[in-house]
């Protein structure tokens, strides 16, 4: 069985027949790792070539023993890009309608702001120039550009600005067999001609409850019960719980959520 927590996870070994888009790639890392990465523990280490993803909490800091703490900011796991990632997404904020057929994707509203820094040992500041891919399936679980899909819907690009910040208006993903339901995304920080020095990919993850208001609801209730919740996903089961989506709102007016995150790359 795998430990979540170890710097080296077991791979994950997904049943015949199920494609799926991921596999988990890159590593957890250890608490002591992490001080290590910012300088805090006994020796300071280089950046790993991954780089480090990290979340920036509101207190500053993080609960811990010792003299040594992190600056408020939790290691986070890398997720494969799967078979669904199309490159030259198109860059705007609002994913849900086809740019080549203006069809909307129905479904429940969802406001996802992702706030990008720069971790370092006195804390995180923001980082503007990243280029911030999204893309999901719609609400019966179909992706759009692949597998024989047009379409461009609910797929996408921003650059952040100056406070770190890049906003999309999406729906709420939908499932489809042998995965929970989840988002992709990719992180690229830019120079100043415009080109990614490196790139950082892994998938975000839902609440079961909210899953299931939403699935509630048409269009999603004509696909029936989910049939993989997070316990039972492979990717999710490793390091799935470190981006647990914490969403506010309701399935009649829409959601929203923020994922705050660092990213040492480039």
Known sequence: MNDPHSPHPAPVHLPPGEDHDDEMIGTLLSRRHALRLLGLG????????????????????????????LPGCVVRPAMTEGPYFV?????????????????????????LVFVTSRVAAGGCTPRAGVLVDVWHCDALGTYSGVAGNSGD????????????????????????????VHIHFKLR????????????????????????AVFARAPY??????DTPNAQDAIYRNGGSQLLLSVKGDPVGGYTATFDVGLNLG
Request: glycine fraction near 18%.
């Open 42 to 69: 006994g020796g300071a280490a280089a950046l790993t070539a991954g780089g480090v993803l990290a979340q920036r909490g509101a207190g500053g800091t993080s609960a811990g023993s010792g003299a040594a703490r």
């Open 87 to 111: 490159d030259g997404e198109p860059r705007r904020s609002d994913l849900r309608k086809d740019s080549q057929t203006g069809r909307l994707s129905p479904g429940v509203p969802l406001k």
């Open 153 to 180: 819907a609910l797929r996408g690009s921003q650059v952040t600005d100056a406070q770190g910040r890049a906003s999309f208006t999406t729906i709420y993903p939908g499932w489809y067999p042998g995965r929970a």
């Open 189 to 212: 920080p830019l120079n100043a001609a415009g080109q990614a020095t490196g790139e950082f990919t892994s998938q975000l993850f839902f609440p079961e409850s909210v899953n299931a």
């Open 221 to 226: 209730s004509q696909k029936g019960k989910a």
